[in-house]
C-alpha cells in the first residue's frame, strides 16, 4: 500500500540500495545476506554481531560502523535470519577474539542464532550473546527470559560496540552488555498498524480516536486499547508505564523516545517536553536524551520511551564515539584500523565433489514422504499456529537432498552436516533450525567416531543420535510432554538405543525405532502445546497431532525404509 517493495525481492532490494548508498561504512558479506564494516574484521577485538528481521531500519544493518556493530545479519520482514545467514555474517565479521550476538528475545532468532553460535564454537570461534529484553509490556518484571527486545536493542548495541571498540575482552564485552541489557526498560504506543510491504492491508488497524498501550515492534497489536490520548496524557502513560521499574540509586539514565515510522520528530518533542518534566519531577537525570526513529516497525504509527539506568561504567561507554550509517555520536574522526583480512574463501567455495551415497538416498525418500504430507503438515500447524510447516519442511528438505548430494556419496557425515545446515537455511522457523541441529549433530557425532561410512555400526549410529538429541534439547529447550517433535523424537532416540545394545542391525534398529515415533506422534494429538508458536492457542490444539513429531515420524519412517532397501546389506552398515 504505502511501500514501494514487493514481498518477494524487498529484503535483496533494499539492502542492495542501502550498500549502494553507504559503501564507505559497510559492505556485503559473500553471498549472503548481512553487512559488516568495510574495517572489519579487525585483528583481536571482539566482533559485535546483531540482528533480526528487517523493517526496523536503522536496526540492525544501519547500526553498523566503528564503535558500534561489526556486523549485522539481515532476515526477510519481520523473520529472523537463517543459522547460515547468521554463520556467515559472524565469520566474516571475526576478527580472532570471539564474537558478541546480540539481538532481541524472540524464539526463532534464538534458535538460528543459537545454531550458528554451535557451528563457530565447533570450529574453534567463542561467541557470547545478550538476548535484549527491554519491553515492560510484553511479559512480567523478574521474569526477561518472558520480554522481547524492542527499542531496547538501540541502547544495548551501543553499550556491546562501545565495549569492544575500547578493547575489552569477550567475557567482559558479554558482561557490560548484559548488564545494559539488565538495565534497560522500554513501553511503546501506537496510533496506526504497518503494512507489509507489497500487502493491500495493515497487520493490524487502530480504531479512530483509539491508541494501543505497550505494542510490539512487528506489528503486535497492543496489550489494551485506551481512547486516544493528547501530549501530555501520552507523555504521562509513556513515563507511567516504565516507573515502576526504575529502582532507587544512581540517577543518571539514557532516555530515549522512538518513533516507529510514521510520527513526525516534531511531534516527538511536543511529547518529549512533557516526558523530560516528568522525568526531572522524579530526580531521573538524563545525561544523554536521544528523539527520533531508532527500531522502527515499517510504517507503524506510534512511540515508544526507554530508560537505560547508567552507572559509571555504562556512562562512559555510552559517550564513547561511534560512526554509523544511522547513528553517529562524538564529533571528531574516529581512528581508522587497518583490515587485516577481507574475504573468508571457505564460506564461498562448493561442498566437495558430486557423488550419491546412503545419505542422500535416505534424504531422497524422506524428501518424497514430506511432499506427499505437505498439506497435512501445513493443516496440523494452522491449527494453532501459523500454517507454514508444510512449506517449511519442502523446502528444507530439497535443500538437504541437495547439499547431500554434492557432499561425496563417501563422506556420510560431512553429508549429514551439510544437509542439516542447508536444512536450517531453507526451512526457516522454529523447526528450520532444530533440524537442522539434528541432521548436522549427527554428522557431527558420526564424524568424531571417525569411522568411515563402512564402520558405522548401530551402537556408533545411536550414540551420533544421543549426541543429536541433547544438542536438541540445548537448543530448544523443550521438555517431554511439551508437545513438540521432541516427543516423538525422545522415544524414537530411546528405542534405537536400546536396540543397538541389544545387538540388532542398524536398518532393524531404525525401523522399531521408527514404529515407536509414529505411536508417539499420534498420541500428542492429547498433549497441550506448552513451547513455539502454538503454545499461544493452546486449548485449539487439543484433538490435532504436533506439526512437528508428525514430520519427525513421516522422515524416521521414510529413511528406515531406505535403509532396508537400498542395497547396503551386503556391507557392515547393516551389521549391529
Ligand atoms: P514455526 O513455529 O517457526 O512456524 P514450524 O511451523 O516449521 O516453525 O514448526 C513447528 C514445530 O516446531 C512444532 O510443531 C514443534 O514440534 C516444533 N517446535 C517449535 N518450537 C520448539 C522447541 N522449542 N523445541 C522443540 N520443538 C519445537
Ligand atoms: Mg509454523
Not at 102 to 131: K, M, W
Request: aromatic share 6%; hydrophobic share 45%.
Amino acid at each position: 500500500m504505502t511501500t514501494l517493495g514487493t514481498a518477494e525481492s524487498f529484503k535483496r532490494d533494499w539492502l542492495d540500495g542501502f550498500v549502494g548508498a553507504y559503501g564507505r561504512t559497510v559492505r556485503k558479506v559473500p553471498g549472503g545476506y548481512g553487512v559488516v564494516g568495510r574495517q572489519v574484521p579487525r585483528s583481536g577485538k571482539v566482533a559485535v554481531v546483531i540482528g533480526g528481521g528487517c523493517g526496523h531500519y536503522p536496526a540492525f544493518a544501519g547500526l553498523v560502523g566503528t564503535g558500534f556493530a561489526d556486523g549485522a545479519v539481515v532476515g526477510d520482514v519481520f523473520t529472523s535470519p537463517s543459522a547460515e545467514q547468521v554463520y556467515r555474517t559472524a565469520r566474516a565479521a571475526d576478527g580472532g577474539a570471539g564474537v558478541l550476538f546480540s539481538y532481541g528475545n524472540y524464539q526463532g532468532d534464538v534458535l538460528h542464532f543459537g545454531l550458528a553460535a554451535r557451528r563457530l564454537a565447533a570450529e574453534g570461534i567463542p561467541s557470547r550473546t545478550v538476548l535484549v529484553t527491554d519491553d515492560v509490556a510484553s511479559g512480567p518484571a523478574g521474569e526477561p527470559e518472558h520480554r522481547r527486545g524492542v527499542a531496547g536493542d538501540f541502547l544495548v548495541f551501543k553499550i556491546a560496540g562501545a565495549a569492544a571498540e575500547r578493547g575489552y575482552d569477550l567475557d567482559a564485552v558479554h558482561a557490560v552488555t548484559a548488564k545494559a541489557n539488565a538495565r534497560t526498560r522500554t513501553f511503546g504506543v501506537a496510533f496506526g498498524g504497518c503494512t507489509l510491504p507489497g500487502a493491500a492491508e495493515p497487520l493490524f488497524s487502530v480504531g479512530d480516536g483509539e491508541m494501543e498501550l505497550g505494542l510490539g515492534i512487528h506489528g503486535e497489536p497492543g496489550v489494551r486499547t485506551v481512547s486516544r490520548l493528547d501530549a501530555t496524557a501520552l507523555a504521562d502513560a509513556l513515563v507511567n508505564g516504565l516507573l515502576p521499574e526504575i529502582p532507587a540509586g544512581d540517577r543518571r539514565v539514557v532516555v530515549l523516545l522512538n518513533g516507529l515510522g510514521r510520527t513526525k520528530y516534531e511531534e516527538m518533542f511536543v511529547a518529549y517536553a512533557r516526558i523530560h518534566e516528568r522525568l526531572a519531577a522524579e530526580g531521573l537525570n538524563p545525561l544523554h536524551t536521544e528523539v527520533g526513529e531508532f527500531v522502527t516497525s515499517l510504517d507503524m504509527a506510534g512511540v515508544s520511551l526507554t530508560v537505560l539506568m547508567l552507572d559509571d561504567e555504562l556512562a562512559e561507554l555510552y559517550a564513547a564515539p561511534c560512526d554509523t550509517p544511522g547513528y553517529r555520536s562524538g564529533g571528531a574522526a574516529l581512528e581508522q584500523v587497518p583490515v587485516t583480512s577481507t574475504v573468508d574463501e571457505s564460506l564461498t567455495r562448493p561442498w566437495g565433489a558430486a557423488g550419491e551415497g546412503i545419505v542422500d538416498r535416505a534424504l531422497t525418500a524422506a524428501l518424497a514422504s514430506i511432499e506427499a504430507n505437505e498439506a497435512e503438515l501445513g493443516r496440523l500447524d494452522a491449527v494453532a499456529a501459523d500454517g507454514d510447516h508444510g512449506l517449511g519442511m519442502t523446502r528444507g528438505m530439497r535443500a538437504a537432498v541437495g547439499a547431500a548430494r554434492t557432499a561425496g556419496a563417501e563422506d556420510v557425515p560431512g553429508a549429514l552436516l551439510a544437509a542439516g545446515t542447508a536444512f536450517a537455511d531453507a526451512a526457516g522457523g522454529a523447526s528450520g533450525a532444530l533440524y537442522g541441529v539434528l541432521l548436522a549433530e549427527t554428522g557431527a557425532g558420526l564424524r568424531s567416531a571417525s569411522t568411515g561410512s563402512s564402520g558405522i555400526t548401530a551402537p556408533v549410529l545411536a550414540d551420533a543420535v544421543d549426541g543429536a538429541v541433547r544438542a536438541f534439547v540445548e537448543l530448544g529447550r523443550a521438555e517431554v510432554g511439551d508437545k513438540t517433535m521432541l516427543d516423538a523424537i525422545e522415544p524414537f532416540r530411546a528405542v534405537l538405543r536400546e536396540q543397538a545394545g541389544a545387538g540388532t542391525g542398524i536398518a532393524e534398529a531404525w525401523r522399531k525405532a521408527a514404529a515407536r515415533a509414529a505411536r508417539a506422534a499420534d498420541e500428542t494429538a492429547e498433549l497441550l502445546p506448552a513451547k513455539g508458536r502454538a503454545a499461544r492457542l493452546a486449548l485449539r490444539s487439543r484433538g490435532h497431532a504436533d506439526p512437528g513429531a508428525t514430520s519427525f515420524a513421516l522422515l524416521v519412517a521414510a529413511i528406515g525404509e531406505a535403509l532396508s532397501t537400498c542395497g547396503l546389506a551386503g556391507r557392515r552398515i547393516q551389521e549391529g
